[in-house]
């Protein structure tokens, strides 16, 4: 089964909805880190990453990685589009 794609101007919003809605009730205060593109190792192309989360007393950084592994399982995030200068 092909995975669905999105885009990545998509992929914060995405990713910050599912935290909100898995955020632990104690956690005021955590986000989810921007996701951003840089080189990959030895494939010739680039892929998504994300900061490492600050600790948070109530487990928010668990949560926000099992929340990126999820996403980058379930979707093909595509590369971020260079501006068109027409």
Not at 18 to 26: L, N, S, T, W
Not at 32 to 37: D, G, H, L, S
Not at 44 to 56: F, H, L, Q, R, V
Request: aromatic fraction near 10%; hydrophobic fraction near 40%.
């Amino acid at each position: 089964m092909a995975k669905q794609t999105i885009k990545a101007g998509d992929l914060n919003a995405l990713l910050a909805n599912e935290f909100a809605k898995a955020r632990p009730a104690g956690c005021g205060s955590c986000a989810i880190p921007k996701p951003f593109w840089g080189p990959s190792a030895g494939l010739g192309s680039g892929y998504w990453y994300m900061a490492t989360p600050a600790d948070c007393p109530h487990g928010c950084r668990k949560v926000i990685a099992e929340i990126w592994a999820r996403v980058t399982t379930d979707y093909e995030i595509a590369p971020p589009q260079k501006d068109v200068v027409a």
